[in-house]
């Protein structure tokens, strides 16, 4: 009988050289150093994109703040200075009061071909540009804050950003005065007159108006340069004449002086039929005998113009009570009937 061969089994252990570990140990970190490199250069490469997007925008954003800047400036200077066209129409400016009392006053005119004009006033722009109509006239109101002289010019307007002006128009000036004229007046007249027209000459402040005034009447005379005044055609009533004078500048501001003007108006002689020269009745436009303003002076006396007054008054209140009773009785009787 055959004899089967055992396999003989040898057991063996594997072995590693410490040589071949570190190499593959140092393979391994060479893998990862240059693994964390290229991570490393990547997220440079996006660092400096971004870094470069970065610088780009914060560019364009200061080259835009500049920009605006700049549009800034160019508005605010040619706001308040705008540029010279001599190509553009002149505004026609109406007249103004050359002096005045009242604070307001209205800048007013014409332009052809214009949207806006600007106001200057002594050479000081204002701010708010004035729209024109669509029949070419316009309107400004200015309100003068200080005593003296207010130059005004106006010129037409155009542009938002990059304003331009046509030329100024010619100057017009107004004198704003709130101050009264002098009080002192002196009066060269007699306190006497035997003619019912009367003249006053004097001196006043220059180029001041003198008024006198009388109930209704009033006349006037104007000073000169040198405040020398003349009034003729004073009407005077008979007997004693009052006026209170006041005195007017050109701003029309006034003052009341504290002298009055008295004059005593007596008639002429009687002559041959009755009548004297000239009498005034009270308006100084009728022509009366001095018989009459005798007998009207003795009637006044006499307590009797009053008591006539007093009967007529009287006449006509018993007038009217007859007039109601018979309109009453004719009333009933209609009723009766």
């Known amino acids: 009988m055959a004899r089967r061969g055992r396999k003989k089994i040898v057991k063996t252990e594997q072995y590693t050289s ?18 964390e490199k290229t991570e490393a250069r990547l997220e440079n490469d996006n660092n400096s994109g971004e870094s470069f997007i970065k610088v780009l925008g914060l560019g364009i954003l200061i080259f835009g703040i500049i920009v605006l800047l700049g549009i800034l400036i160019i508005a605010i200077v040619t706001r308040f200075a705008p540029r010279l066209d001599k190509n553009m129409p002149i505004p026609i400016v109406s007249e103004i009061p050359t002096t005045t009392n009242s604070k307001d006053i209205a800048i007013k005119g014409y332009v052809d071909g214009a949207n806006e004009v600007i106001v200057y006033v002594n050479d000081k722009l204002q701010r708010k540009p004035i729209k024109v109509s669509e029949d070419g006239t316009y309107e400004y109101n200015y309100e003068m804050k200080n005593e003296g002289d207010h130059k005004f010019q106006v010129a037409t307007i155009r542009g938002f950003v990059i304003r331009s002006r046509s030329e100024k128009s010619p100057e017009l000036i107004s004198k704003y005065d709130t ?22 000459k004097g001196k006043a402040e220059p180029n001041s108006l003198v008024v006198l005034k009388s109930g209704d009447q009033t006349f006037t005379g104007r000073a000169d340069s040198d405040g020398n005044f003349e009034i003729k055609d004073i009407v005077l009533q008979k007997g004693d004449n009052e006026f209170v004078v006041e005195i007017w500048d050109q701003s029309g501001n006034f003052v009341t002086a504290d002298k009055k003007i008295m004059v005593k108006y007596e008639s002429g002689d ?68």
Do not use: H, W
Request: with cysteine; proline share 4%; hydrophobic share 40%.
């Open 270 to 337: 009687l002559n041959g039929d009755g009548a004297s020269t000239i009498a005034s009745n009270g308006n100084g436009s009728t022509e009366l005998p001095s018989s009459a303003g005798v007998l009207e002076d003795a009637l006044n006396a006499l307590g009797l113009n009053n008591a006539i007054m007093y009967f007529g008054i009287f006449c006509l209140a018993l007038l009217g009570v007859n007039m109601s009773i018979v309109a009453l009785k004719l009333k009933r009787q209609k009723q009766s009937n």
């Open 179 to 200: 101050t009264p004229p002098s009080k002192i007046v002196e009066f060269e007249y007699d306190n006497e007159s035997n003619s019912s027209e009367y003249s006053l």
């Open 18 to 35: 410490p040589v071949i570990n570190d190499v593959k140990n140092e393979s391994v970190e060479i893998k990862e150093t240059m693994l």
